[in-house]
């Protein structure tokens, strides 16, 4: 929230303290968002027939946000600027404030130097003994590698967007309504999932989403070569079917991962392992932006000059295949299936129960005396 409002309210802001602010902000939502996933894998562990239905209702909440966000955007930074806007991104940072002093919780117990120094010590021995096991490295390793190939080339397609020459020179307006068609597709696709895919093994659903994937990933290229107007299908409405279609499958193919990644964290350390989870599977968008940039710039495709994004599509569409041949690596094991062994799970249930114990115990002696 103060960095937006700094980046709103300085009139002449150096590049160094602009982008910091802006790495601020993603680490506040992003330390919002780990927390908000250790509880909700925190229930999915307790709660293992739930788990999907959890995972469904974020990214349904989630879709919503999107679909408000992207459908408000484009008319936002037309009407007020872009530096007002950031004022208005920290007004709704706020809210997150808010929502978290709702939150109700126990209060932890201070803890000692030495005795903080022995939990790292013990988390770290158990996440390297949950690693060990084939059920977890191996889905970690696909969502690494599937995320790493699948190139990002958005920037280069936001630019023939926006293109009088050889684009359909839409507006930014436009563009933000079209964003909000990838966040409608996104909520069918957590609707289909939710009640008609939930119950079906990771792996079958993962397979069937990385097809339809690598077959959808040529809608772009019929837009590029302009064969949607030799069909008669306006740019708009053929490009709000490819946002819709692309984001409806990839959150068909991201949720039965994420309902596979709360069922991998061991009790006891549930936001740490899920945020490791989730490092890696960023490490893998960050290499498929990196991978882009440079398919792009080695194509010579810039903001100007679109002769090569036709071959830059097919390269990134080809490469869509590759994960399809790593699906193996995912569990085929039915949803409410418990993947990790019982001793793992068990950590968490068991220190309580010795606690509360001690507590009874306590209360015993006090009444004896």
């Known amino acids: 929230m103060i960095s937006m409002l700094v980046l709103w309210l300085h009139t002449n802001l150096h590049l160094a303290l602009a982008l910091s602010c802006l790495v601020a902000a993603s680490a506040g939502i992003a330390i919002a968002d780990v927390t908000i996933d250790a509880c909700v894998t925190q229930c999915s562990i307790s709660h293992p027939t739930l788990a999907a239905d959890m995972q469904s209702l974020c990214g349904l909440s989630s ?25 208005l991104l920290g007004l709704t940072s706020g809210l997150v404030v808010v929502t978290g002093m709702v939150l109700k919780e126990s209060p932890s117990r201070t803890l000692g130097l030495k005795h903080v120094n022995g939990r790292l010590l013990d988390a770290g021995s158990a996440i390297w003994k949950t690693f060990q096991y084939g059920q977890v490295w191996r889905p970690c390793l696909f969502m690494l590698l599937s995320a790493a190939v699948s190139l990002h080339i958005h920037e280069g397609m936001f630019y023939w967007y926006t293109d009088a020459k050889d684009g359909p020179s839409f507006s930014k307006e436009a563009v933000g309504s079209i964003l909000s068609f990838g966040a409608i597709g996104s909520l069918v696709g957590i609707l289909l999932y939710q009640n008609f895919l939930k119950n079906f093994p990771f792996r079958s659903v ?56 709360s069922k991998l964290c061991p009790a006891g350390m549930e936001g740490t392992f899920f945020a490791l989870l989730m490092s890696i599977e960023h490490v893998g968008h960050l290499l498929s932006s ?39 690596l995912i569990p085929n094991v039915d949803p409410n299936a418990t993947i990790l062994p019982a001793e793992m799970l068990m950590n968490r249930r068991s220190e309580a129960v010795i606690e509360t114990e001690k507590i009874e115990m306590t209360a015993l002696i006090s009444n004896e005396a």
């Open 63 to 87: 879709s919503i946000g999107s679909l408000l966000g992207f459908s408000l955007s484009g008319v936002l930074v037309h009407l007020f600027g872009s530096k007002r806007v950031y004022g």
């Open 206 to 261: 993962v397979l069937w989403a990385l097809s339809l994937s690598f077959l959808s990933g040529f809608l772009d290229l019929i837009l590029v070569l302009r064969l949607n107007l030799k069909l008669g299908v306006p740019d708009y409405f053929f490009i709000v079917v490819d946002e819709f279609v692309s984001h409806m499958i990839s959150r068909i193919k991201w949720l039965p991962l994420l309902v596979l990644s």
């Open 290 to 328: 990196w991978g882009g940039g440079v398919l792009l710039h080695s194509l010579k495709v810039t903001r100007t000059r679109f002769d090569n994004l036709w071959l830059v599509i097919v390269i990134r569409s080809l490469l869509r295949v590759v994960p399809i041949g790593m699906v193996f």
